[in-house]
């Protein structure tokens, strides 16, 4: 039981970088490899806020906004004119996951920081007999209502019928007379934000470092091509999978704990090579 919680705890945090990635790919057509440097200043940027104020609200929503603000700079600046151009996108992005890990070096040095749990949050519950920390339950959940709210605005909403079409189709989308860019910020936006979310919720569970980004980038890249490319469900889905892979691989063989993930991706790519949920004749 206490496997299966710590690996749906790391599943909420993949799922958080990587739907946002999904969405972008599927969307824009964007390998944006800088979306982990999201999830790197949403940690250091939650805990300079957590530092000042004492208040782990505001640490998160103020570390989700300068998430939506750096992704749509970095959409605005760097990413608008490479539309169309996989190898000057993914040189330019992983330029900028380099220079946002420096930066992050230069303002705040290179020493893991701690990120103090808030009190609510501390302790631990007993689950089928054994305890488990109420921090990773609190990561579970609030993973879980991402994942909700997130479907229903895709599903429910006039907005999120036209970020869904227009990964389908981005040519009708423009017939229809909208503005497809304003759709493309705002899902880059989007994307940015939860990956910020996913770091300032992560900061206390898995600390704060400054290669924090470049460690998330790897499984999250795993859970989006498993899930799928553009596949908001399937990169849910997709962190389930490696989230409990690495944690009850971690335990048994850790020596092979990132085999199995590899050897999950190869599986579901020679079974089905769009991914689990991915659109046939997609981006």
Not at 34 to 59: D, E, P, Q, R, V
Not at 155 to 170: L, P
């Amino acid at each position: 039981m206490s496997l299966s919680l710590n690996g749906l705890s790391l599943a909420m945090l993949y799922f958080l970088i990587a739907a946002g990635f999904s969405l972008i790919f599927g969307l824009m057509s964007v390998l944006n490899l800088a979306h982990a440097s999201f999830f790197l200043w949403g940690a250091y940027s939650g805990l300079a806020i957590f530092t000042t104020t004492g208040n782990f609200t505001l640490a998160v929503i103020g570390a989700t906004i300068v998430g939506v603000i750096m992704g749509l700079l970095v959409e605005y600046l760097t990413l608008r004119p490479l539309y169309g151009n996989h190898l000057f996108q993914i040189l330019m992005t992983l330029g900028l996951l380099l220079v946002f890990e420096e930066l992050v070096k230069l303002i705040w040095g290179t020493t893991i920081l701690g990120f103090p749990r808030p009190e609510i949050l501390t302790g631990s519950l007993v689950i089928l007999g054994r305890y488990f920390p109420v921090y990773r339950l609190f990561i579970i959940i609030a993973g879980i209502v991402v994942f909700i709210a997130v479907y229903l605005i895709l599903n429910r909403t006039k907005i999120g019928i036209t970020v869904r079409a227009g990964v389908e189709d981005e040519g009708m989308v423009q017939a229809l007379g909208i503005d497809i860019r304003k759709v493309f910020s705002g899902v880059f936006g989007l994307g940015a934000g939860l990956a910020a979310l996913g770091g300032v919720i992560g900061a206390p569970f898995l600390g704060v470092y400054p290669e924090l980004g470049f460690e998330m980038l790897v499984p999250a890249l795993i859970v989006v091509i498993i899930g799928g490319l553009g596949s908001f469900h399937g990169s849910f889905v997709g962190a389930v999978i490696i989230g409990l892979s690495q944690s009850f691989g971690g335990y048994f063989i850790p020596e092979f704990a990132l085999a199995i993930n590899v050897a999950l991706l190869a599986i579901v790519l020679l079974i089905k090579p769009t991914g689990l949920f991915g659109i046939e004749g997609g981006h």
